[in-house]
């Protein structure tokens, strides 16, 4: 995965462990994608000091991550949820018994109401 992806996910996951001006410059840097310059006149503070706060936040974040692990299990549970739907999509389309059909089609629409909630 790529690494600004990657950091704006964890944020998601763990942006409310960070210090709240730590927090405000990785969102600016990640999600809002200014510039380290820019971040610095919006915060008051000096470029150098902008850098060395999302690093140190970058590195939290993924401190947070080894220990607990929720992207790796938020991913997994997606992953498992997409192959649900598709194994139900094969057992509607492979057979002609309309209650197993029906069934399937129930299982796919739970994993689809699950995923939306993501």
Not at 70 to 93: D, H, N, V
Request: overall charge negative.
């Amino acid at each position: 995965m790529e690494k600004n992806i990657e950091v704006s996910l964890l944020l998601d996951f763990y942006g409310e462990l960070l210090k709240p001006a730590g927090r405000h410059a990785v969102d600016l840097y990640y999600n809002d994608d200014l510039s380290l310059s820019e971040i610095a006149e919006d915060t008051g503070i000096t470029r150098q000091g902008v850098r060395d706060s999302i690093k140190r936040c970058e590195q939290q974040l993924f401190e947070y991550e080894k220990k607990l692990g929720l992207l790796s299990r938020f991913q997994q549970l997606e992953q498992g949820l997409e192959e649900i739907s598709a194994l139900a999509g094969q057992i509607m389309r492979s057979t002609d018994d309309s209650q197993l059909r029906s069934l399937a089609a129930q299982i796919a629409d739970k994993a689809g109401a699950l995923k939306e909630k993501e």
